[in-house]
């Protein structure tokens, strides 16, 4: 697989945007034209694609008229490859471009495609989407640091290190390892001679203690409305991240991944450059596809050399059946107050065990909050220093019945105007919920390690763990409007 161009894009609602960082490869270039032949389309110049990937998007223009292209409903964006319409004498479409947003970055990259263009090969069946989300996802990661948003000073450093970074992990445009935020040059230890030739994407070799650390997490999102006439939307979406501390040039490490016999097969499974071998099988399920009985489901078996740094092995999707917690949440105006009815139940395939478990009623477009009359079956509820959020802790478990309730009514008297939303006015609002299961997964996918094999000179520790975390987990008024997804929700 390999990378014709790849770009890193800021952008913020109110500030400028801008292409930071952008990177083409002539051989690579030169070797897509051979392929296509005819139907060869060159990459344009930077400012022309930033234009065209942000229509493509709906990031732009959203000032001016309906535009058939980015506007229409029947527009679904359900794909992380996109078409850029090029337009000229030598326009045409360009395709795959693989993108990954977070943030105020986007990252986009036009991946080679290694079969005839014409009829289009599906995604399910070219390696090189695979590799290039990883790698996507790796700079992501490398760029944006611990969280979500990195500071302006560290993205401009980061930035700066990117064409020494890619020289390494992207030679001549073809991925060979990604980076790791965190990773210092100072830890690599000097290549040891011998037969065996390091390569030019491993930064050191260990020595020490032999350790391998497999961590599973599935995070789980939801949409639900209370409501019949809106069908209630959830997904979960999983990654296993390995550290491997194991010594040799080129050691030999495999991890295996097992579902439960009644257990959903994962679908839209990504893999580590770093990944020597796997069915075909494994890559071809996808969730926007109907689920097929007969697909592959598992044990599903990730040989690799590991890198020196902490690396995602892979991540995947699951279809389950239903969603954690379920939950009804009704706002009602009455007489310059707010009445507020909530419920939530935890379902009986989740151990009732959380590390943390709240909930948040936030309020927009109004006064700050006067006086809280709100009652709770369980947990307690606390008031925001700014007046205008409660947040309902519940703690550590629900009560044996699994069930718990807030009831009560909320005045708005205060002095100051609270935060403003443009989609949460009236009577739009939700509840979101925050919580973690730590020994648990909700496909019921496990690594045992007692199945991590290790071919090694030293017999390793084998440490592995996974948990269920909250993602954009929403309950929405069921008295009010709601935003309305019409199919599955995306990553």
């Avoid at 050191?204 to 639900?224: D, I, P």
């Avoid at 220093?385 to 019945?401: A, C, I, M, R, T």
């Avoid at 309730?405 to 009577?427: A, H, I, K, N, Q």
Wanted: aromatic content about 8%; glycine content about 6%.
């Amino acid at each position: 697989m390999s990378v014709r161009a790849l770009w890193i894009i800021s952008y913020e609602r109110g500030e400028s945007v801008a292409v930071r960082f952008s990177r083409r490869y002539p051989t690579v270039e030169q070797r897509a034209k051979c392929m296509a032949g005819s139907l060869y389309v060159s990459v344009p110049e930077d400012g022309t694609v930033l234009q065209l990937l942000l229509t493509e998007l709906g990031l732009s223009d959203s000032d001016k008229p309906y535009m058939a292209l980015r506007d229409d409903c029947l527009h679904q964006q359900r794909s992380p490859a996109l078409e850029l319409h090029v337009e000229g004498p030598s326009g045409g479409v360009l395709w795959p471009l693989l993108v990954i947003s977070q943030g105020p970055l986007i990252l986009a990259c036009l991946a080679v495609v290694d079969a005839p263009a014409d009829p289009r090969p599906p995604l399910a069946s070219l390696f090189s989407v695979s590799q290039g989300l990883t790698l996507l996802a790796g700079l992501q990661a490398f760029l944006c640091g611990s969280g979500s948003k990195p500071d302006r000073e560290g993205l401009t450093s980061r930035l700066a290190m990117m064409p020494s970074i890619l020289l390494q992990i992207c030679p001549l445009g073809t991925p060979l390892d990604i980076p790791q935020p965190g990773a210092s040059s100072a830890s690599a230890m000097p290549t040891p001679a011998g037969t065996q030739k390091q390569p030019a994407w491993k930064t050191g070799v260990y020595r020490g203690r032999a350790v391998v650390n497999v961590a599973l997490t599935e995070m789980v999102r939801s949409m639900q409305y209370g409501n019949r006439n809106r069908q209630d939307l959830w997904d979960v979406y999983g990654t296993v991240t390995c550290k491997c501390e194991v010594e040799g040039v080129l050691p030999n490490v495999t991890v295996t991944l097992t579902l439960p016999p009644n257990g959903s097969p994962l679908m839209d499974v990504l893999v580590h450059p770093c990944v020597s071998s796997l069915d075909a099988s494994v890559l071809t399920a996808m969730s926007v596809e109907d689920c097929d009985s007969s697909a592959f489901s598992g044990p599903y078996k990730f040989p690799f050399s590991p890198p020196f740094e902490p690396f995602r092995l892979c991540s995947y999707t699951s279809q389950v059946p239903v969603p954690p917690i379920l939950g009804t949440y009704q706002l009602k105006d009455d007489d310059n107050q707010l009445c507020i009815t909530v419920s939530l139940k935890l379902h009986e395939s989740v151990r009732n065990s959380f590390e943390y478990c709240e909930a948040h009623l936030p309020f927009f477009n109004r006064d700050q909050m006067g006086s809280v009359d709100v009652k709770v079956s369980s947990g307690q509820l606390e008031v925001s220093k700014e007046k205008n959020l409660l947040v309902w802790v519940l703690g550590q478990k629900f009560p044996k019945s699994r069930e718990v309730s807030l009831e009560g009514s909320v005045s708005f008297s205060g002095e100051l105007p609270g935060p403003t939303d443009p989609l949460c006015t009236d009577l739009t609002a939700y509840i979101k919920l925050y919580f973690r299961v730590p020994d648990l997964t909700l496909s019921g996918c496990c690594v045992d390690q007692h199945s991590v094999q290790v071919y090694s000179s030293a017999k390793p520790r084998i440490v592995t763990s996974r948990e269920l975390l909250s993602s954009e987990y929403f309950i929405w008024n069921s008295s009010g409007t709601a935003p309305v997804s019409s199919g599955h929700m995306m990553l």
